[in-house]
Nanobody
Framework: VQLQAFGGGLVQPGGSLRLSCAAS????????IAWFRRAPGKEREGVAC????????DYADSVKGRFTISRDNAKNTVYLQMNSLEPEDTAVYYC?????????WGQGTQVTVSS
């Protein structure tokens, strides 16, 4: 059973990245998914979340209008499209799969926004 986040990297301000959160060994479609991030010296912050059927999404105020969370249950993957990136978005990004009775954390992926 594994949950893995990937797709991070170095991008200039104003650029875009798409993060992926892929599951192996379990069906992601039965889990709500959330993305979190932790910047150096800061507390972990919830970024976005999506329900199992994608009928509910929510975003932190700091990313509304710039980030979009989506999922493809057929591919057992959830995405975080990040546009108009700012230096303040620099952090390690994590995904979490949760449902009643349990959750999984994925390993983080580093996003660095810098010129």
């Amino acid at each position: 059973v594994q949950l893995q986040a990937f797709g991070g990297g170095l991008v200039q301000p104003g650029g875009s990245l798409r993060l992926s959160c892929a599951a192996s060994g379990f069906a992601l479609r039965t889990y709500d998914i959330a993305w979190f991030r932790r910047a150096p010296g800061k507390e972990r912050e919830g970024v976005a979340c999506i329900s199992t059927s994608s009928d509910y999404t929510d975003y932190a105020d700091s990313v509304k209008g710039r980030f979009t969370i989506s999922r493809d249950n057929a591919k057992n993957t959830v995405y975080l499209q990040m546009n108009s990136l700012e230096p303040e978005d620099t952090a390690v990004y994590y995904c979490k799969a949760r449902r009643l009775g349990g959750y999984y954390w994925g390993q983080g992926t580093q996003v660095t926004v810098s010129s």
